[in-house]
């Protein structure tokens, strides 16, 4: 599931370049390849695990994850030294037993700072356990439609979720900040080692179709229970925005969604 998410030097100077060089149309970072590749059944726990992407990744913010099938973190990584392109991400994993496991990646553009992020998933020694990865965006809306598992909406222990801002409607400047409001500790419904702890759901915010899956460390407090999540700058025009808490494993919308239609200036 690709994901886009941007410093105002890097973009001055893709204009200043502009003036003397042919244009190029701004692009996201999408991996294009893997190793293990998605969904791969190995024998044995590999020694380094590699994301390739489409264009060049800043040094700060792109970021490679690696949690085991209960979404406990295992590692950690980020730019690969082996390639001076700046095109790969890799971590080293420790020896890992037979089990399902997920990497998450996290990529931000050295070109624009647009930030894009997804997930591959791998084996070793069994058959998958996890759901497939997904890295678009349209086949990540498709499992919106999925029926939740997630013990949370077995047991009615759902925590609330509302979308305080922005508005429906709301007429906005970059950069758009997303704020919401959850009586949950942030640490267990977002992207990390706390997360299989909590009521078996996780934060998902869409923009324009395209899911981002916040870590804790990505959110601000806004006040008591509210927090903002700062969005990569948007282009002028209409954008619609999504709150909703996903299943820990399928990914399926959980407790339902919150939407607001946004017109940026």
Do not use: C
């Not at 690709?2 to 030097?9: D, E, M, Q």
């Not at 890295?135 to 013990?151: L, R």
């Not at 979720?161 to 970059?174: F, G, I, K, T």
């Not at 954008?239 to 399926?252: G, K, Q």
Request: hydrophobic share 45%.
């Amino acid at each position: 599931m690709s994901r886009p998410v941007g410093l105002v030097a890097a973009v001055m100077a893709s204009l200043a370049l502009s003036v003397v060089a042919a244009p190029r149309a701004s692009a996201h970072a999408h991996m294009v390849k893997s190793s293990p590749a998605d969904h791969a059944m190995l024998a044995q726990s590999p020694r380094v695990i590699r994301a390739w992407f489409s264009e060049a990744l800043a040094a700060r913010g792109s970021v490679l994850r690696l949690y085991d099938a209960h979404q406990r973190l295992l590692a950690q990584g980020g730019l690969d030294p082996a390639f001076s392109s700046h095109e790969v991400l890799s971590l080293t994993p420790p020896r890992l037993g037979p089990g399902s496991y997920m990497v998450a990646w996290h990529s931000v553009s050295s070109d624009d700072q647009a930030m894009t992020q997804g997930y591959f998933r791998f084996s070793i020694g069994t058959a998958m356990q996890m759901p497939p990865a997904q890295h678009t965006a349209g086949p990540m809306g498709s499992m919106h439609n999925m029926p939740p598992s997630s013990s949370a909406a077995r047991s009615g222990s759902l925590p609330q979720l509302r979308l305080v801002a922005p508005a429906n409607h709301a007429r906005l400047h970059n950069p758009v900040s997303v704020v919401i409001e959850t009586p949950s500790d942030i640490s267990l419904v977002t992207m990390g080692p706390k997360m299989m702890s909590g009521p078996g759901v996780h934060l998902h915010i869409v923009v324009d179709g395209v899911v981002n899956m916040p870590a804790s460390d990505q959110l601000t407090p806004a006040g008591a229970h509210r927090y903002a999540y700062e969005l990569a700058p948007l282009k002028p025009g209409r954008h619609t925005i999504e709150v909703f808490w996903a299943d820990n494993h399928t990914h399926a919308v959980v407790g339902g969604s919150q939407q607001a239609a946004v017109d940026v200036f």
